[in-house]
């Protein structure tokens, strides 16, 4: 046997450097800092050449614990790229993202702002020399085309910019808020994170009827735990029979809105939670009986009756995400004046003009200006 012969990997030892994965990524987009990795620069130059450190945006951050049996692990790369291990029960895209969606609730309960992903936001991949993080099939939706886009280095200057001064996340800070949320996840189990993520993912992207939808869906999940603590188990401890559970349990008798007022008059929820139930729950059900689309004051009216049942369900511990605002990630209103930039422009570009574009912007500036009051001037 030749020295050749002996150093030759065998298909276990090819295995073990080449490790399938599902991919998600964190979005908004952030460059997530650790102690094992060199900062992350990346100058205007190398923006406008496409010459950042590609590399370097693959590489492993550290690898989160979210419950899944050992040695597996939730890996995250310096980009953002959140790695599962294709386990038999995560080998479905539905259930792949459910799981994603999870941990990024778990990361929005412990003060991140996250958003959810879907199954065109799903990549396949492999982590490499347990160093990379390597996509290999990428999914159609944008954050996934973007960060294909910029782990390719092709990414063009307008995209690319994200790089330059970007928003930053320690991986630290993840592991922390991971823990945090999914405490509040798995003490609450009739709570699914997925529908929480989409009722918050819903009011940032101003879709105000996935919001309240959402939204109501996790406000039945946790009533029915209020339910159980506050009604059914004080019962069963005077009158265990099958045939009182079955009644107390009966949704058809307890309808959610008989419940949320059973618990109010029980004092476990108070009259301005009641409230914002109440005008969400109005809401809903135009939305399911006649279609009716719900409104903005709608949406954060199911938002503000889920933190008010949360607040109770946790006995009044407030979740991070509480200190969070909202607004910092929600869209604007395309529709409302534009406001001033409070800052001074650190990069810019020039935008190329359509035909006869130039001509119709100097026509209407001088337009604006011949109708400047005088006395003004």
Same mark, same amino acid.
């Given at each position: 046997?030749?020295?050749?012969?002996?150093?030759?990997?065998?298909?276990?030892?090819?295995?073990?450097?080449?490790?399938?994965?599902?991919?998600?990524?964190?979005?908004?987009?952030?460059?997530?800092?650790?102690?094992?990795?060199?900062?992350?620069?990346?100058?205007?130059?190398?923006?406008?050449?496409?010459?950042?450190?590609?590399?370097?945006?693959?590489?492993?951050?550290?690898?989160?614990?979210?419950?899944?049996?050992?040695?597996?692990?939730?890996?995250?790369? @310096?980009?953002?790229?959140?790695?599962?291990?294709?386990?038999?029960?995560?080998?479905?895209?539905?259930?792949?993202?459910?799981?994603?969606?999870?941990?990024?609730?778990?990361?929005?309960?412990?003060? $991140?702002?996250?958003?959810?992903?879907?199954?065109?936001?799903?990549?396949?991949?492999?982590?490499?020399? #347990?160093?990379?993080?390597?996509?290999?099939?990428?999914?159609?939706?944008?954050?996934?085309?973007?960060?294909?886009?910029? @782990?390719?280095?092709?990414?063009?200057?307008?995209?690319?910019?994200?790089?330059?001064?970007?928003?930053?996340?320690?991986?630290?800070?993840?592991?922390?808020?991971?823990?945090?949320?999914?405490? $509040?996840?798995?003490?609450?189990?009739?709570?699914?994170?997925?529908?929480?993520?989409?009722?918050?993912?819903? $009011?940032?992207?101003?879709? #105000?009827?996935?919001?309240?939808?959402?939204?109501?869906?996790?406000?039945?999940?946790?009533?029915?735990?209020?339910?159980?603590?506050?009604?059914?188990?004080?019962?069963?401890?005077?009158?265990?029979?099958?045939?009182?559970?079955?009644?107390?349990?009966?949704?058809?008798?307890?309808?959610?809105?008989?419940?949320?007022?059973?618990?109010?008059?029980?004092?476990?929820?108070?009259?301005?939670?009641?409230?914002?139930?109440?005008?969400?729950?109005?809401?809903?059900?135009?939305?399911?009986?006649?279609?009716?689309?719900?409104?903005?004051?709608?949406?954060?009216?199911?938002?503000?009756?889920?933190?008010?049942?949360?607040?109770?369900?946790?006995?009044?511990?407030?979740?991070?995400?509480?200190?969070?605002?909202?607004?910092?990630?929600?869209?604007?209103?395309?529709?409302?004046?534009?406001?001033?930039?409070?800052?001074?422009?650190?990069?810019?570009?020039?935008?190329?003009?359509?035909?006869?574009?130039?001509?119709?912007?100097?026509?209407?500036?001088?337009?604006?200006?011949?109708? $400047?009051?005088?006395?003004?001037?």
């Amino acid at each position: 046997m030749t020295r050749e012969d002996d150093e030759q990997p065998t298909v276990d030892d090819l295995a073990k450097r080449r490790v399938p994965c599902f991919i998600g990524y964190l979005h908004p987009f952030r460059i997530v800092e650790s102690d094992t990795l060199e900062p992350w620069e990346c100058t205007i130059e190398q923006v406008n050449g496409r010459s950042w450190d590609y590399a370097a945006l693959h590489e492993i951050a550290g690898g989160l614990d979210v419950g899944l049996a050992p040695p597996y692990h939730l890996v995250v790369s @310096r980009d953002g790229a959140l790695a599962l291990p294709p386990l038999p029960e995560l080998r479905s895209d539905q259930a792949a993202v459910e799981y994603l969606n999870r941990c990024l609730a778990a990361l929005l309960l412990g003060g $991140i702002y996250c958003e959810a992903i879907t199954p065109d936001g799903l990549d396949l991949g492999s982590i490499i020399d #347990w160093h990379y993080v390597r996509s290999s099939r990428s999914g159609m939706s944008a954050p996934n085309r973007f960060h294909k886009l910029i @782990r390719y280095g092709h990414a063009p200057a307008l995209e690319a910019i994200a790089l330059f001064q970007p928003r930053t996340a320690t991986f630290a800070s993840l592991a922390s808020a991971m823990q945090v949320g999914l405490g $509040i996840l798995n003490r609450l189990p009739t709570v699914r994170g997925d529908y929480f993520l989409r009722g918050v993912t819903g $009011i940032a992207r101003r879709d #105000w009827g996935a919001a309240l939808a959402n939204s109501w869906i996790v406000t039945e999940q946790i009533i029915s735990e209020l339910w159980r603590r506050h009604v059914v188990e004080p019962t069963a401890g005077e009158d265990n029979s099958r045939a009182r559970r079955d009644q107390l349990n009966d949704a058809r008798t307890w309808t959610a809105s008989a419940r949320i007022e059973m618990l109010f008059q029980k004092g476990v929820l108070s009259r301005e939670t009641v409230a914002s139930l109440s005008k969400a729950r109005k809401a809903r059900n135009d939305l399911s009986h006649e279609g009716k689309h719900p409104t903005q004051s709608d949406a954060l009216n199911a938002y503000e009756g889920v933190c008010g049942l949360l607040t109770v369900a946790l006995n009044g511990e407030r979740p991070p995400l509480f200190d969070l605002d909202l607004a910092d990630h929600v869209l604007s209103d395309p529709f409302a004046p534009p406001s001033r930039l409070t800052f001074e422009p650190t990069h810019w570009m020039e935008i190329p003009k359509l035909p006869g574009e130039l001509e119709l912007e100097q026509a209407e500036a001088a337009l604006r200006s011949s109708q $400047i009051d005088p006395a003004k001037d």
